[in-house]
């Protein structure tokens, strides 16, 4: 089987083998044995966060279809849900705001696995998962034994994570979230969102309300996946958005988004630096191009290669860092290839 058909990209080339775990039993086998045998592994749970090489997998893939979603009790501070890695994420936020469980509606729409979650820190709308997350169980490849990380262990940063900064180690089993009950969401922090929802930032609106507007912005970005729509051919954003010194910040040009952060640093705008930098939407060769509704988004028009769309990335990359002095720095993983 091609990586092609398993990835959101639709590129990517075979994999020696591809076995699907069902049960977390199965899961743990099956790394266990490749482990043992000292045959390389790639787990994929949706594919939405995968550049894999022409060339493909020289390795065993397994594919992580666990399912399950666990209401453990509830507490007077909230529902604490337990969810197998295999679950599909926005199945799982669909369910929350039906069920009144508040906290990750904001990530409505974000395609792939609940397990891969904590890995890059899931984040969009002014919500992260480590907002809500108590707890992430994991297999340990090193240590061989399954092992459980309160949200304090894992190293939740801007779309990163310990597990992230150790990608051979951990297999993500299941995700524990600790979400307060209501049918208000929690408190809108995304300008754009509240815009929508007619509130101010720091206000709530119902849940349902947005997850709604959130679909409908993503939709018009292209950011929700739709087969028919090349546009969401992609990985999502597919360069974080950098953090500047002061200094940094204050040589951009005036215009530019500034987010001042907590520790000095400044957030600043991929998409911003991408178009700015002379990349507009649409930007590409035909096979591949940066999606024609948003600059973040590198997309597979229908025939492209994966060797095309790093090609199309460095060009990107490198135009940024002539014009801005700022590398950006890519956000999916890169299996097989690089940039
Ligand atoms: C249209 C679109 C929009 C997106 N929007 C956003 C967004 O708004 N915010 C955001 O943060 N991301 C976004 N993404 C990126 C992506 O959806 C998320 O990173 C998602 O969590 C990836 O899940 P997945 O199951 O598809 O992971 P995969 O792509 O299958 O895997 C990603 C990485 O995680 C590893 N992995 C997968 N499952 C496990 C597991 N159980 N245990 C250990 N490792 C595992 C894989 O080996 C790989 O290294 C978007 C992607 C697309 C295509």
């Known amino acids: 089987m091609n990586l092609a058909e398993l990835t959101t990209l639709r590129l990517g080339g075979p994999a020696r083998a591809v076995i699907d775990a069902t ?6 086998e099956v790394v266990r044995v490749a482990d043992e ?3 390389p592994l790639l787990l994929v749970g949706g594919g939405s966060n995968l550049v894999v090489a022409d060339g493909g997998v020289d390795g065993t893939v397994v594919r992580v279809l666990t399912r399950g979603i666990a209401q453990d009790a509830d507490l007077c501070s909230g529902a604490m849900v337990t969810v197998a890695a295999g679950e599909p994420w926005d199945g799982l936020v669909a369910r929350a705001v039906a069920e009144g469980w508040v906290g990750i509606e904001a990530l409505s729409g974000i395609p792939g696995s609940t397990g891969a979650t904590p890995i890059q820190n899931v984040g969009a709308y002014g919500q992260e998962v480590s907002q809500t997350i108590a707890s992430v169980r994991t297999y340990d490849r090193y240590d061989r034994r399954i092992r459980t990380y309160a949200a304090s262990e894992c190293g939740f940063a801007y779309r990163h994570s310990w597990f992230k900064a150790e990608p051979q180690r951990h297999v993500v089993l299941s995700v524990t979230f600790q979400l307060a009950l209501g049918d208000l969401g929690a408190p809108v922090a995304y300008a754009e969102l509240a815009r929508t929802l007619g509130i101010a930032v720091g206000e709530r609106a119902p849940a349902v309300d947005v997850r709604e507007a959130v679909l409908s912005l993503r939709q018009a970005k292209g950011m929700v996946l739709d087969p028919s729509d ?14 500047l010194s002061p200094e940094q910040a204050a040589a951009l040009p005036a215009d530019a988004p500034r987010f001042d952060q907590s520790d000095g640093s400044v957030k600043t705008s991929a998409a911003w630096l991408i178009d700015h930098a002379g990349f507009a939407k649409g930007h590409g060769t035909g096979a591949v191009s940066l999606s024609t509704k948003h600059t973040l988004a590198l997309t597979n028009r229908g025939t492209g290669t994966t060797a095309e769309l790093l090609a199309l990335a460095r060009e990107v990359r490198d135009g940024v860092e002539r014009t801005y002095g700022i590398t950006l720095v890519n956000e999916p993983v890169l299996v097989g290839c690089e940039l």
Do not use: C, I, K
């Not at 049960?23 to 743990?28: D, K, Q, S």
């Not at 090349?230 to 953090?243: E, K, M, R, V, Y």
């Open 23 to 28: 049960t977390e039993e199965h899961l743990v």
């Open 37 to 39: 045998a000292g045959d």
């Open 230 to 243: 090349h546009d969401s051919w992609s990985a999502g954003s597919f360069f974080t958005n950098p953090f």
